[in-house]
């Protein structure tokens, strides 16, 4: 169960858990991902999601 979470890692390092799209950019820009503001969360070249892509943050039970 994701409990509408969903764990962010950048550069193979675990850095937080996400409770919005807005919080992954922003923990992005906190570990030195320029530009993280701007990042396309859909783009599957720069993102990679595991289950729900990134339109899908509701617990799953």
């Known amino acids: 169960m994701n409990q509408g979470r969903r764990r962010v890692s950048y550069k193979g390092v675990a ?3 996400a409770h ?8 992005l820009a906190a570990a ?3 530009n993280a503001e ?3 969360l859909a ?3 720069l993102v990679e999601w ?3 892509g990134p339109g899908e943050w ?3 039970v």
Do not use: A, K, M, N
């Open 58 to 60: 509701e617990p799953s």
């Open 38 to 40: 701007d990042v396309d």
């Open 43 to 45: 783009d599957t070249d």
């Open 50 to 52: 595991r289950g729900p």
């Open 15 to 17: 850095i937080c858990l």
């Open 20 to 27: 919005r799209p807005s919080e992954v950019r922003v923990f």
């Open 32 to 34: 030195g991902l320029e």
